[in-house]
């Protein structure tokens, strides 16, 4: 049994998960656009997250600024000033740039959407409701990431739309509430998620369909793959 987080407002978490939630934004447009016009936006804006992140650290106006529109949204570990540490905002953007560089889109879009969806899940699931420990977060909140991962990966395209590619989603879908899970307190989850599932989903392809070209259908894509 554990006790819930008291200190975390849940009015100010639902607002953060509100922003949170627009990040499906990047998937969404993924799937419609080429891998080079995507990479063209997303770069830039992350480039520019970085320079907000880390300038807030250095320049006492632009941090006095920073925190006074986003301090309330802010968790402790975002705000570390001896280790400089980054927002949750900079690590979503250089994620889905990782993502969309190293990834197949069948793969990308996959593992970007299970992170956001299956993490928005975990938090409010879990701090409004998590009372039994399970490894550094709680049962409930890893649970409620699993199913509705899952009910993400039944709506997302695949290529085939054969079985197999369903259960490899859905054991993608248990690993990244796993690694959702465990990241706590050692490592940003919008960074281990995508990128842990997106190998293992590109693992999954390699060994049961080696031959098979990991293009979506009428999509536009222009990637190396």
Same mark, same amino acid.
């Given at each position: 049994? /554990?006790?819930?987080?008291?200190?975390?407002?849940?009015?100010?978490?639902?607002?953060?998960?509100? /922003?949170?939630?627009?990040?499906?934004?990047?998937?969404?447009?993924?799937?419609? *656009?080429?891998?080079?016009?995507?990479?063209?936006? /997303?770069?830039?804006?992350?480039? &520019?997250?970085?320079?907000?992140?880390?300038? #807030?650290?250095?320049?006492?106006?632009?941090?006095?600024?920073?925190?006074?529109? &986003?301090?309330?949204?802010? #968790?402790?570990?975002?705000?570390?000033?001896? +280790?400089?540490?980054?927002?949750?905002?900079?690590? !979503?953007?250089?994620?889905?740039?990782?993502?969309?560089?190293?990834?197949?889109?069948?793969?990308?879009?996959?593992?970007?959407?299970?992170?956001?969806?299956?993490?928005?899940?975990?938090?409010?699931?879990?701090?409004?409701?998590?009372?039994?420990?399970?490894?550094?977060?709680?049962?409930?909140?890893?649970?409620?990431?699993?199913? !509705?991962?899952?009910?993400?990966?039944?709506?997302?395209?695949?290529?085939?739309?054969?079985? +197999?590619?369903?259960?490899?989603?859905?054991? !993608?879908?248990?690993?990244?509430?796993?690694?959702?899970? !465990?990241?706590?307190? +050692?490592?940003?989850?919008?960074?281990?998620?995508?990128?842990?599932?997106? *190998?293992?989903? +590109? /693992?999954?392809?390699?060994?049961?369909?080696?031959?098979?070209?990991?293009?979506?259908?009428?999509?536009?894509?222009?990637? *190396?793959?």
């Amino acid at each position: 049994m /554990i006790k819930r987080n008291n200190n975390i407002n849940y009015s100010h978490e639902l607002l953060r998960k509100g /922003i949170h939630l627009c990040s499906i934004s990047i998937p969404i447009f993924y799937y419609f *656009f080429d891998r080079q016009l995507v990479l063209t936006i /997303i770069i830039p804006l992350t480039v &520019f997250s970085l320079i907000i992140d880390f300038g #807030r650290y250095l320049i006492p106006t632009l941090s006095k600024n920073f925190h006074k529109l &986003f301090g309330f949204m802010l #968790r402790e570990h975002e705000i570390n000033e001896k +280790w400089k540490t980054l927002s949750g905002a900079s690590y !979503v953007l250089i994620s889905a740039s990782a993502t969309i560089l190293i990834f197949p889109k069948i793969i990308a879009i996959t593992a970007f959407s299970i992170l956001i969806i299956g993490d928005i899940s975990a938090a409010l699931i879990g701090i409004k409701f998590g009372r039994h420990k399970f490894f550094n977060k709680s049962l409930e909140g890893t649970l409620a990431f699993f199913f !509705v991962s899952c009910i993400v990966v039944l709506i997302l395209p695949k290529i085939q739309d054969n079985i +197999w590619e369903y259960i490899f989603g859905f054991f !993608v879908a248990a690993i990244a509430a796993l690694v959702e899970n !465990v990241s706590y307190g +050692w490592a940003d989850d919008n960074l281990t998620v995508p990128l842990l599932s997106g *190998f293992a989903l +590109w /693992i999954l392809y390699s060994v049961f369909f080696p031959d098979l070209q990991l293009v979506l259908p009428n999509v536009p894509d222009y990637s *190396f793959y």
